[in-house]
């Protein structure tokens, strides 16, 4: 539960187990890429006369 980043009490006592199992299968990672840019159709017809 390290990579969850809770503490020993909140992993022990105040979380249910299964809330744990769900948590830990829907943890966020780390996105990679390229970063998407918005355009307006403005723009867009822009590029396409260049």
């Known amino acids: 539960m390290d990579s969850l980043h809770l503490t020993y009490d909140e992993v022990v006592n105040q979380i249910p187990y299964r809330n744990l199992i769900i948590m830990q299968k829907d943890k966020q990672h780390e996105a990679f890429g390229d970063v998407v840019k918005k ?12």
């Open 39 to 50: 355009i307006s159709g403005k723009e867009l017809a822009n590029r396409r006369r260049k």
